[in-house]
Antibody
Framework: EVQLVESGGGLVKPGGSLRLSCAAS????????MSWVRQTPGKGLEWVSS????????YYADSMKGRFTISRDNAKNSLYLQMNGLRAEDTAIYYC??????????????WGQGTLVTVSS | DIVMTQSPDSLAVSLGERATINCRSS????????????LVWYQKKAGQPPKLLIY???TRESGVPDRFSGSGSGTNFTLTISSLQAEDVAVYYC?????????FGPGTKVEIK
């Protein structure tokens, strides 16, 4: 069974940093692209970032470029999102999601339950 | 960036009736190399992660009931629920995965009339 479990969320002050993790199991992690997607309170879904199987291709949403860094450790079956310079508008539930095989430019078929990040003083 | 719009913002449909949601992209998401539209539909229920319904604009994900169907090409797309069930109450999002950033539409809330 495919499982994605996010962790690392919490309360952080504006300007602070957090590192989210996503532990993957039930599939061959190094053969799937991965993504982070967030849902802000009362608002819709927002794509954050995607990474290819060997980290060759990495993409970010414009508002996260330079502040967020996606990475993966295929040996540990884990995906990460380092978030720096956090702003109030980054408050959201962050979801880890699996892509369609090696395709970075593809949909996500499995999602974790999400981890809540709250940016507030 | 490709801007995704959806209409309506919300709709209320009687049980067993048809629900139609429209999605438009600011530029074509049809990839000539594979002749596929890089457009996906997700269902989002409160307190749950998104669920993949339709990809390549019209391919139903395994296990998704056949009352859900997707159509369209280029810049105009439609998600149809042919016979609304109570469990279909949710917000539905389209997303393009043609060019990063892979933008979502604003969502359409579907309720029971």
């Amino acid at each position: 069974e495919v499982q994605l479990v996010e962790s690392g969320g919490g309360l952080v002050k504006p300007g602070g940093s957090l590192r989210l993790s996503c532990a993957a199991s039930g599939f061959t992690f190094n053969t799937y692209s991965m993504s982070w997607v967030r849902q802000t309170p009362g608002k819709g879904l927002e794509w954050v970032s995607s990474i290819s199987t060997s980290s060759t291709y990495i993409y970010y949403a414009d508002s996260m470029k330079g502040r967020f860094t996606i990475s993966r450790d295929n040996a540990k079956n884990s995906l990460y999102l380092q978030m720096n310079g956090l702003r109030a508008e980054d408050t959201a539930i962050y979801y880890c999601a699996r892509g369609f095989g090696t395709m970075v430019r593809g949909p996500c078929d499995y999602w974790g339950q999400g981890t809540l990040v709250t940016v507030s003083s | 960036d490709i801007v995704m719009t959806q209409s309506p913002d919300s709709l209320a449909v009687s049980l067993g009736e048809r629900a139609t949601i429209n999605c438009r992209s600011s530029q074509s998401v049809l990839y000539n190399s594979n002749n596929k539209n890089h457009l996906v539909w997700y269902q989002k229920k409160a307190g749950q992660p998104p669920k993949l319904l339709i990809y390549w604009a019209s391919t139903r994900e395994s296990g998704v009931p056949d009352r859900f169907s997707g159509s369209g090409s280029g810049t105009n797309f439609t998600l149809t629920i042919s016979s609304l069930q109570a469990e279909d109450v949710a917000v539905y999002y389209c997303q393009q995965y043609y060019i990063p950033p892979f933008t979502f539409g604003p969502g359409t809330k579907v309720e029971i009339k």
